[in-house]
């Protein structure tokens, strides 16, 4: 008895395991509930949002009252009316005039120049720092646009740390609304000189926008973090505009107290850009804010919520984020929130304590803005320059004031310089108090409204279910692809059972290095003087089409076998377990580095992992069901193709009317342009899978 007990406790499984194979016996009802679940548990993201707090103590927004005085804001207003009163002058003057007003305040004044940088895809940008990836040496002959910059040491302060202030201005087009910008950043900048509490430096960055504010920003911290020393920008023997440079910068430097070097402070502790609309409100002052950087980053909750609390609190201000307009007239939708909030109410009257539900209106709104908020982080662009401190590692956000009225027909403009300066004077003030870098809140969320939040513990769920039935579902095909071949008794057999998956992940790497290589053509095609984004996106599909065969018959292993052998009729299973487990990897590595993009991408490219089956077998059942799964699965296939995919998401998020193949081709090259993971997701996981997939739709078992 003791030898059968000893035997049956070695035989008995623990209950995990037990639990796990039960799963992947049923894979197939799982992975139903899974994508239910995922899509329920997404659309209760805005009920489960919670309100903004301040985390960190220190900040104490609000606690003192604003001393930027009326006399700050006339002073602003005389900086604004020179500036717009210059006409079409030459853009050096206003960047004197800039400059002469900082100086007039004993701020280090100093002039960067930068050159425009074209964009161009790289390889190695995606996995190198944000300086190491740009050529220093430009490659054209365009004169230099000139940043202006202004320091104001803290008296309290030892140096180490610092505010930044950016104001982009556009020189050459003297525009209303960024001499308004300057004159609120002016009149801050003003009374911070003043000011005897200030413990933090003040740095004032005028960005020349004439080539693009994001790359003003970034050329002034690539050589604030990164200088670079004895590198020639220009070639002046090729350019033949030396002389010209050369007169530009003597104009600068007509004030003695002007600094010829780079000046620095200490590290960035935040950063905020300030702009203002050109079109007026009608209805109230309001603020827009801007915090998505590259690869979905955002910068530490605390910054918005301080900026929200003062705003509204303090200046009156309406808090505006961005939302998919196209969204707010959805009728499902609606009835979707009024079934909520029913929810909500019922529960409620059975315990009060139980918050859950909010109004239909609410719900609607909240939506919007998550979707947007989902969308614009899974695309790895900056929405605004602000997205340039992000890749140092410095929380930053754009703060664009909408005025009541229309700037041309604005009459009180030093009422609107003062609010918006007390506004800012707020902000600066809470981040002066900080003793550390922001790091009390949350960095992964996603906003439903200026005043909540869906924090990364809430907002991972639907992600979770959705690849969750992955795994399972891989389990269970390479299970009955194992099972269906039926080997000899020898040993040489059973081995070549065992390894056989190997075949299946040998196709699928095969597939992956034809992604790398249709991800690295435009680094060739960019290359092609005079064509067009058609020209190129056509010429991008044919090489991509031709290298897959060519590779293949490189490498001698062809995925379009014709072969119907046995041992063969159930390869699709063993190559779909493969191809499933490539794309739970592709997504999983995804979701570390941008969380909004394995999101969307999985909404696209799970279903028709899970669903592709070969439809010669429907087609052989003839059945009302195997012909609507047939249907369904080229409906998902065609829909996961990425330039289509890209199309409804166009179509569903920014609503266009209209829409050409070379807009794909444009979108491609932003993503390339800023770095963004989401291109190398597109070229490496999410079209290589969809490729495999439909092989295996069309494979001939």
């Known amino acids: 008895m003791g030898e059968g007990e000893g035997e049956m406790a070695k035989v008995r499984t623990k209950p995990i395991v037990r639990l796990g194979i039960f799963l992947i016996s049923h894979s197939s009802f799982v992975s139903v509930i899974c994508l239910i679940a995922a899509v329920v548990a997404l659309l209760l993201l805005p009920v489960l949002a919670k309100n903004t707090y301040i985390s960190e103590n220190a900040l104490m927004p609000g606690s003192a009252n604003n001393m930027l005085s009326t006399q700050d804001a006339s002073e602003a207003n005389k900086l604004v009316n020179d500036l717009t009163h210059l006409g079409l002058r030459s853009p050096i003057e206003s960047q004197k005039i800039v400059g002469q007003y900082m100086s007039g305040l004993d701020a280090e004044v100093t002039y960067h120049k930068f050159y425009p940088q074209l964009n161009r895809i790289h390889p190695l940008h995606f996995f190198t720092s944000p300086d190491s990836g740009i050529s220093s040496k430009t490659l054209n002959c365009s004169l230099p646009a000139f940043n202006t910059v202004g320091i104001i040491r803290a008296p309290r302060g030892d140096g180490k740390e610092a505010i930044v202030l950016v ?43 004439r080539y693009g504010e994001y790359s003003a920003v970034d050329a002034w911290l690539r050589e604030y973090h990164n200088p670079v020393y004895g590198v020639h920008m220009v070639d002046s023997e090729t350019c033949n505009k030396g002389n010209t440079t050369n007169a530009l910068e003597q104009k600068l430097y007509v004030d003695k107290k002007f600094y010829s070097g780079f000046r620095r402070a200490g590290t960035m502790a935040a950063a905020l850009v300030i702009k203002v609309a050109e079109d007026g409100n009608h209805f109230e002052d309001g603020l827009n804010i801007y915090a998505e950087a590259s690869n979905g980053q955002m910068p530490n909750l605390d910054l918005i919520n301080i900026v929200n609390y003062l705003a509204v609190h303090k200046q009156g201000l309406r808090i505006k984020v961005k939302k998919i307009l196209s969204l707010l007239g959805l009728r499902w ?7 909520f909030e029913s929810v909500g109410q019922i529960a409620r009257s059975l315990n009060p304590e139980w918050k859950f539900g909010i109004p239909a209106s609410e719900y609607v709104e909240g939506t919007a803005t998550l979707a947007s908020s989902l969308y614009y982080q899974g695309l790895g662009v900056p929405t605004g320059p602000h997205g340039a401190f992000r890749d140092y590692q410095v929380d930053a956000i754009t703060l664009e004031i909408s005025p009541k009225v229309s700037l041309t027909k604005m009459i009180r403009r030093n009422d609107f310089i003062l609010r918006g300066g007390r506004l800012i004077e707020g902000v600066v003030r809470s981040i002066n108090n900080l003793l550390e870098k922001f790091h009390q809140s949350f960095f992964l969320y996603l906003l439903t409204s200026p005043s909540k939040f869906v924090s990364v513990g809430v907002y991972m769920i639907p ?34 059972k065992s390894w056989k998956w190997l075949n299946s992940a040998q196709k699928v790497f095969v597939i992956h290095l034809w992604g790398i290589t249709v991800t690295l053509l435009p680094y060739f095609l960019c290359r092609i003087p005079h064509s067009t984004p058609t020209n190129n996106f056509t010429l991008w599909g044919l090489l991509s089409a ?156």
């Open 167 to 209: 104001t982009p201005y556009n020189p050459e087009k003297n525009n209303v609304g960024e001499a308004l910008s300057l004159g609120i950043a002016y009149s801050v900048f003003s009374l911070l000189s003043r000011v005897t509490w200030l413990a933090k430096d003040i740095v004032w960055l005028v960005a020349d926008s």
């Open 333 to 339: 939708l609606n009835t979707l929130g009024v079934i």
């Open 463 to 496: 992600f979770a279910l959705l690849v969750a039935p992955l795994p399972l579902v891989a389990a269970s095909l390479h299970a009955d692809a194992s099972k269906s071949t039926t080997p000899q008794n020898t040993g040489d057999d059973v081995s070549c």
């Open 546 to 701: 031709f290298s897959l065969f060519i590779l293949y018959w490189i490498l001698g292993s062809s995925v379009f076998e014709a072969s119907t052998s046995k041992p063969q009729k159930r390869e699709w299973a063993s190559l779909k377990s493969v191809t499933i487990t490539a794309a739970f990897i592709g997504l999983s590595l995804m979701s570390v580095i941008n969380f909004a993009t394995a999101q969307i991408g999985a909404l696209f490219i799970v279903p028709v992992c899970l669903m592709a089956r070969p439809l010669r077998h429907d087609a052989l059942a003839r059945s009302l069901g195997t012909l609507l799964r047939a249907s369904l699965n080229l409906v998902l296939g065609f829909i996961a193709f990425p330039p289509v995919a890209y199309v409804l998401l166009k179509v569903a998020f920014d609503d266009v009317d209209g829409f050409n193949v070379g807009e794909y081709w444009n979108w491609m090259e932003s993503l390339w342009a800023w770095n963004s993971a989401t291109y190398l997701y597109v070229g490496i996981v999410h079209l290589p899978c969809w490729a495999l997939c439909i092989h295996i739709l069309f494979h001939p078992c």
